[in-house]
T-cell receptor, first 113, second 115 residues
Framework: TQLLEQSPQFLSIQEGENLTVYCNSS?????LQWYRQEPGEGPVLLVT?????EVKKLKRLTFQFGDARKDSSLHITAAQPGDTGLYLC?????????????FGQGTELSVKP | DAGVIQSPRHEVTEMGQEVTLRCKPI?????LFWYRQTMMRGLELLIY????????DSGMPEDRFSAKMPNASFSTLKIQPSEPRDSAVYFC?????????????FGPGTRLTVL
């Protein structure tokens, strides 16, 4: 069974601080996605990485896929209150059956003004 | 464009009652996923369909849960009989299956409370 472990589970920081969220597995994934979920809504895709070592930037957010495609990180620079939410990583299994994704447990981020 | 539509948004029922959750995927999408989210277990995949055909239902907790997709624009998740431990937010998501990195588009969820 392929699992994704996220850390930390909870993170409370002040506006302007930097943070990194990690997503780790002992299994190789064909792709890794990051979603963000706000209260009362469904998750929304932020980014997809598919190549080992790939780095993608989305404004103040930087996403990296590990060289071995077993892990990923999300780094936020100068966090703002609007970044508050639940961040979920999701991996596409190597023998991807019909587009299935395996989700991590999520990191609950709170950015205080 | 309309996103994934789920109904009802909130459902409160008593233990033993039948509950039916509904989902309308994004037009043109050929994959549909049902998830359950709780604080304790996070986001769990229950079942998913490709071209209206169930592919993997290994995440369905027990026989009390069943899902159908009679056509490309409608799916239901039924719980009969419901139990308090079924209380959770249930999400439906759809995608267009084209490769290994498909984007899933989630509905707003149905918050189910079983008393």
């Amino acid at each position: 069974t392929q699992l994704l472990e996220q850390s930390p589970q909870f993170l409370s920081i002040q506006e302007g601080e930097n943070l990194t969220v990690y997503c780790n597995s002992s299994s190789v994934f064909s792709s890794l996605q990051w979603y963000r979920q706000e209260p009362g809504e469904g998750p929304v895709l932020l980014v997809t990485v598919v190549t080992g070592g790939e780095v993608k930037k989305l404004k103040r957010l930087t996403f990296q896929f590990g060289d071995a495609r077993k892990d990923s990180s999300l780094h936020i620079t100068a966090a703002q209150p609007g970044d508050t939410g639940l961040y979920l990583c999701a991996g596409g299994p190597r023998n991807n059956q019909g587009g299935k994704l395996i989700f991590g447990q999520g990191t609950e981020l709170s950015v205080k003004p | 464009d309309a996103g994934v539509i789920q109904s009802p948004r909130h459902e409160v029922t008593e233990m033993g009652q039948e509950v039916t959750l509904r989902c309308k995927p994004i037009s043109g999408h050929n994959s549909l996923f049902w998830y359950r989210q709780t604080m304790m277990r996070g986001l769990e995949l229950l079942i998913y369909f490709n071209n209206n055909v169930p592919i993997d239902d290994s995440g369905m907790p027990e026989d009390r849960f069943s899902a159908k997709m009679p056509n490309a624009s409608f799916s239901t998740l039924k719980i009969q009989p419901s139990e308090p431990r079924d209380s959770a937010v249930y999400f439906c998501a759809s995608s267009f299956r084209r490769g290994s990195a498909d984007t899933q588009y989630f509905g707003p969820g149905t918050r189910l409370t079983v008393l």
